[in-house]
């Protein structure tokens, strides 16, 4: 499934997630907010357009509000570099990783992420399907997508 959240960038992106999140997403939004229907990571609850992606600076004070009520420093972009590293690490070809993130070229990802890639990688050149298609082949629980705004 895919919804094509916005970014900061505002380009439309959906992200892979296994089949068995996605349920798991879906059982706590209808439990906590009753008929709530939303792909969406980070969706607006309370406040109209109810169950649409809150902008990027809503997530990014939510981001502070949190970090200053728990005293714990983090960033959202810690799970993307998280994200990224770990498909690379796990033969996930570049060009795939910089297309789910966006960058308008591999060199982009290969200047962040080249020291993980190791001195044996091999850049290769290969047209692929679609990121989505790539990611399902690269796992078994990898089957679906889930929007982040």
């Known amino acids: 499934m895919a919804n094509c959240a916005r970014s900061k960038s505002r380009e439309q992106r959906s992200i892979p997630v296994s089949a068995e ?3 798991l997403w879906s059982d706590y939004l209808h439990t906590e907010y009753g008929d709530l229907d939303s792909d969406y990571v980070f969706v607006n609850l309370f406040a109209e357009p109810r169950g649409q992606a809150l902008s990027y600076p809503a997530v990014y004070d939510l981001v502070l509000r949190s970090r200053r009520r728990t ?3 983090f960033d959202p972009h810690w799970c993307r570099h ?3 590293t770990r498909a690379l690490r796990d033969g996930v070809p570049i ?3 910089s297309k789910l ?4 070229s591999v060199t982009t990802t290969s200047a962040i992420y080249g020291s993980w890639l190791g001195p044996g ?3 290769t050149r290969t047209i692929v399907p679609g ?3 790539c990611w399902r082949s690269v796992g078994p629980r990898a089957s679906g997508t889930l929007a982040v705004a």
């Open 21 to 23: 999140l996605l349920r």
């Open 71 to 73: 005293g714990i420093v």
């Open 82 to 84: 998280t994200a990224a």
């Open 95 to 97: 060009e795939v990783v």
């Open 101 to 104: 993130l966006g960058h308008s």
């Open 121 to 123: 990688h091999v850049h």
């Open 131 to 133: 990121p989505r298609a």
